[in-house]
């Protein structure tokens, strides 16, 4: 089988693809390697990856139409996994319009090429927080999402609208996945664990957005049972699923810090303040569609995922320079 993954020097990407070359898959991932955080990162990430027989890298933007119509030419993919996206919830406050370009524009031409070539089937990356402050706890997948609290959010709602409106209209197979709070080994910079775990190792302080502040931390690993899964399911020919991907069981933010703490051998330093614009008080996944329809059973606790981070961080090349304590 073979599988084009875009986003796939990214973190979920990335180890989205791993997985698939250790079950004989061929892959092809295209990456455009942007800037939005180092890309030495991403280029780590995948030093393994292209020893492999089995892997092509194509470097191009998705938001490039006809560079990406090439990459599928030479990909011929029986599937398409899309997780290449315009991350970060906060920075899209300061820049809608390339978030609109990537998650929008880019997404539709995803689309446009499964559907010209067949209706190549496509698992398509969504987020939790497309829910905004839904009163409805844990979050359900038939919530109407209709109030996002930021353009990142709104973003990606139009691409899963998007998404089934090319399964209505066109009888595209997709599957909607929505992530919630993803960690793990070549997670973001910028996201919790690599942010909080920086600061503790510099004997910085952590300021905390909200004492009660809770999320549903889904170690990347359950992640990728999870879109593996629904690759499965969207091959089957199901047709339209939308999905919550997440752990289930939230966590106050503070407990996430004094774990770290824990384990990286740091007092925590914690600066309460308010949260900021477009975050949510509490992430929550009801992942029971998930579980009937591909079996998705998440099993890394919080404390194991965080063993394995700072194992990370201890032991791989991988790890940015700035979190390698001990070397």
């Not at 892959?27 to 455009?32: A, G, I």
């Not at 409106?165 to 070549?186: D, E, K, M, N, Q």
Request: glycine share 8%; with cysteine.
């Amino acid at each position: 089988m073979r599988a084009l993954v875009t986003g796939g020097a990214g973190f979920i990407g990335s180890n989205v693809t791993d997985r698939l070359l250790s079950q004989d898959w061929h892959v092809t991932v295209v990456d455009n390697f942007d800037p939005y955080y180092d890309p030495a990162q991403k280029r780590r990430n995948i030093a393994d990856a292209l020893r492999h027989d089995a892997y092509s890298l194509i470097e191009c933007d998705v938001r490039d139409a006809s560079a990406l119509a090439a990459a599928f030419d030479a990909a011929q993919p029986d599937v398409v996994v899309h997780l290449a996206a315009r991350a970060g919830v906060r920075a899209s406050v300061e820049d809608p319009l390339s978030y609109a370009q990537v998650n929008e524009l880019g997404g539709l031409h995803v689309l446009a090429e499964c559907k010209s070539r067949g209706n190549v089937p496509v698992v398509y990356s969504s987020t939790s927080s497309v829910y905004g402050n839904t009163r409805q706890i844990p979050f359900r997948e038939d919530d109407p999402a209709a109030e996002p609290l930021t353009p990142y959010a709104a973003s990606k709602r139009a691409g899963e609208l998007m998404a089934h409106a090319f399964h209505h209209v066109y009888g595209l197979p997709s599957a909607v996945l929505r992530f919630f709070t993803v960690y793990g080994p070549r997670g973001r910079p910028d996201m919790a664990f690599a942010t909080f775990s920086r600061a503790l190792l510099h004997g910085e302080r952590i300021r905390l957005h909200g004492e009660a502040t809770r999320r549903d931390f889904t170690y990347v690993d359950d992640i990728v049972d999870g879109v593996l899964g629904a690759t499965e399911w969207v091959l089957d020919g199901r047709g339209f699923g939308t999905f919550n991907l997440g752990r289930s069981e939230p966590v106050v933010v503070r407990r996430l810090i004094e774990l770290l703490g824990e384990a990286l051998g740091v007092e925590p330093q914690i600066d309460l303040g308010e949260l900021q614009v477009g975050e949510s008080e509490v992430t929550a996944a009801d992942v029971s569609r998930a579980a009937e329809a591909f079996g998705y059973a998440p099993r890394v606790s919080l404390e194991e995922g965080v063993r394995r981070w700072v194992e990370w961080i201890d032991q791989s090349d991988e790890a940015p320079q700035e979190l390698q304590r001990r070397r």
